[in-house]
């Protein structure tokens, strides 16, 4: 198995930029394809974007791409999600996941297998 903790959420004005980053522990780290979700009080927890376990492909939410962008480092067992243009609409808890047998096409949350307990991202207008 596979413990995820995320970190670089915080409060940012609308136009800034925030980097999240997920680190992964487990030597099969590497196999896994990661993800990106999001959820607001109240919502359904969304698809953000997702990246093979070799770095060469990935996939955005449509509101999400040309804004933000997924990049894994195998070697640190990290993961990230930098974030620029943010809107107030972006605030919402961010979680990394990981998904041992997906693909970076299945952007349901029931497609991953592991969760890391979220970072909150505030956005002010």
């Known amino acids: 198995q596979v413990q995820l903790v995320e970190s670089g959420g915080g409060l940012v004005q609308a136009g800034g930029s925030l980097r999240l980053s997920c680190a992964a522990s487990?030597?099969?780290?590497?196999?896994?394809?990661m993800g990106w979700f999001r959820q607001a009080p109240g919502k359904e927890r969304d698809f953000v974007a997702a990246?093979?376990?070799?770095?060469?492909?990935?996939n955005y939410a449509l509101s999400m791409k040309g804004r933000f962008t997924i990049s894994r480092d195998n070697a640190k067992n990290t993961v990230y999600l930098q974030m620029s243009s943010l809107k107030p609409e972006d605030t919402a808890v961010y979680y990394c996941?990981?998904?041992?047998?997906?693909?970076?096409?299945?952007?349901?949350?029931?497609?991953?297998?592991?969760w890391g307990q979220g970072t909150q991202v505030t956005v002010s207008s």
């Open positions: 996941a990981a998904s041992q047998y997906g693909t970076i096409r299945d952007t349901s949350q029931y497609d991953y297998d592991y």
């Open positions: 487990g030597r099969t780290f590497s196999s896994y394809t």
């Open positions: 990246i093979s376990w070799t770095g060469d492909n990935t």
